[in-house]
């Protein structure tokens, strides 16, 4: 997957000097910043509204499109996508992969190194049903 993003990274920045006219990368980077931050909410809102209302297919046709968005903001921003993978990995290191950062550094673990202490193992959550794809 990393490597789909790698791949729409670099297409982002070979877009963003293409004409506004025809390219809708170009044309997001001519508007600057809070457009591309506007479009990204956008594109979040809706994912999160076909989930809510059992659309499988369409969240996954607004993930790509929020997916796309979130790398032209990086783009904007001078975040690589391995700037964020990197981080991702810090992250596990610390709390599993499964695991969101506490706003408070107070809730952290002690890790003594982080490619030698022991991950935190991935557990499903019991009684929920797999949802049958169509």
């Not at 979130?70 to 904007?76: D, E, F, N």
Request: net charge positive; proline share 5%.
């Amino acid at each position: 997957m990393s490597d789909s993003l790698e791949r729409l990274y670099l297409a982002v920045l070979a877009a963003r000097d293409l004409d506004p006219a025809t390219s809708r990368t170009a044309r997001l980077f001519q508007r600057g910043p809070s457009k591309m931050a506007k479009k990204l909410a956008e594109e979040a809102i809706e994912v999160v509204i076909d989930a809510v209302n059992g659309d499988t297919e369409a969240v996954v046709r607004e993930s790509a499109d929020l997916l796309y968005n979130l790398t032209v903001l990086w783009a904007s921003a001078g975040v690589c996508p391995e700037d964020v993978w990197r981080e991702m990995s810090r992250r596990e290191d610390m709390l599993g992969i499964a695991e969101k950062l506490p706003k408070s550094s107070m809730k952290l673990p002690k890790v003594a190194s982080p490619r030698i202490s022991a991950r935190r193992p991935i557990v499903a959550i019991e009684g929920r049903a797999a949802r049958k794809r169509h």
